[in-house]
């Protein structure tokens, strides 16, 4: 195998596309060394190497590149996509990313064994760093339908998961390459709107069928529409603080929770968060009285209504447990006090004593008939607008 490494040229020159590397030598001609040795130009099947443009930006850089180039031809020519930089074979949204491979990906060149659960029962399973031990989960819905959980620490060089915690995969095509992964985020799936006037994109409201960060992307009138700096503010695309399942953000992923653990088999479970450790975490895994036995998922702020009035309403989803009994709303600053409980039967509440002065970080949080809680949701942000004699109010993703 041969790697031949540019330290740059100009895109154009490089298959008009402006790509960094290639799993085959686009050349002219075969070269024949002195040797009698023939490098082929050519494609996968038939070239004798890999070629790429990277070498300006660095050792690093050139490391992970060429590795992707090399890991075509132990995988084939396709590319993941919406994995981010957590993945060696990665493709869009985020290019150009690869870092230490997912765990989909050594397993297949059998570098790691899965841990399997039974589907019949309930279990307990401790997962340490995925990187640096090879841990993995897997709950195998079907032949072709998996979920795989890794536990990310960023105590190596070769991960760069944006969050430290429990990553959930969704899994589909899972024996043929490429597979389709989905990053299951912890904050959630959402609806997003793109403003083509101001070339800018936004997530809206939250949605459980919606997409995420890490996978909304969509083209109009010729601009590229994804979570970039660009049009998007910041760079989520690449993932950020709230991908992970942890103790403190978002601990519950089930049927009903955002995301979910609705899939195509139909197979119902729950994962639940339950105690870290140093770097290990213990996951409780239900496939029995996945309701009874776990804490309510966390409940979705909507937003407000009647924003004229100096009391507003607030509105959220409704949670689907069927053991819920209700909500409780807190004020989280300036002043930190619980300002309302309500019955599972309702989703909103008239807020009074709004600061007109400071900003009101309002959250809700659920309970079930066990007086078990969940996590606080989601924050939203208010202010009185003095000019426009109204409420303005943010979703914000912590909690």
Not at 54 to 82: C, M, P, Q, V, W
Not at 307 to 328: A, M, R
Request: with cysteine.
């Amino acid at each position: 195998m041969v790697f031949l490494i540019y330290r740059n040229f100009a895109n154009k020159l490089f298959y008009n596309q402006g790509w960094t590397g290639s799993a085959h030598f686009y050349m002219t001609k075969n070269i024949e060394t002195n040797d009698g040795v023939t490098i082929n130009t050519g494609r996968l099947h038939k070239g004798s190497g890999i070629q790429q443009r990277a070498g300006k930006h660095g050792f690093d850089y050139t490391k992970y590149i060429s590795a992707h180039e090399f890991a075509h031809f132990l995988f084939g020519g396709g590319h993941i996509r919406n994995v981010t930089n957590l993945s060696l074979l990665n493709a869009g949204p985020v290019w150009n990313e690869s870092r230490g491979m997912h765990s989909w990906e050594r397993e297949k060149l059998d570098w790691i064994n899965f841990i399997d659960v039974p589907l019949d029962k309930n279990s307990t399973i401790t997962l340490d760093d995925y990187i640096t031990t090879g841990d993995v989960l897997r709950i195998p819905v079907s032949k072709n339908e998996w979920y795989l959980v890794e536990k990310h620490q960023n105590i190596s060089s070769h991960d760069w998961a944006k969050d430290e915690g429990i990553y959930i995969y969704h899994i589909q095509n899972a024996n043929r390459f490429p597979p389709t992964i989905t990053i299951e985020c912890a904050d959630g799936n959402w609806d997003f709107k793109i403003d083509t006037k101001t070339q800018t994109l936004r997530k809206s409201t939250p949605n459980k069928k919606g997409k995420n960060e890490t996978n909304f992307s969509q083209r109009k009138n010729k601009t590229n529409y994804a979570c970039y700096k660009k049009v998007y503010g910041d760079n989520s695309a690449w993932g950020d603080k709230y991908d992970a399942f942890d103790l403190t953000y978002n601990n519950i992923f089930s049927p009903v929770s955002n995301p979910s653990s609705k899939n195509i088999g139909k197979k119902e479970f729950t994962i639940e968060i339950k105690e870290k450790v140093g770097n290990k975490v213990s996951l409780n895994i239900y496939f029995e009285d996945i309701y009874q036995n776990t804490l309510p998922s966390k409940p979705q702020i909507v937003g407000i209504e009647n924003v004229h009035s100096i009391t507003p309403t607030l509105k959220w989803f409704q949670n689907e447990e069927p053991d819920l009994d209700g909500y409780t709303i807190s004020i989280v600053q300036p002043i930190k006090k619980t300002i309302g409980n309500v019955r599972k039967t309702s989703n909103e509440l008239k807020l009074t004593n709004l600061n007109l002065f400071a900003e009101n970080l309002i959250s809700v949080s659920s309970f079930d008939t066990d007086n078990n809680n969940s996590l606080g949701s989601n924050l939203i942000s208010i202010k009185w607008n003095n000019t426009k004699k109204e409420w303005n109010y943010t979703l914000l993703e912590r909690n």
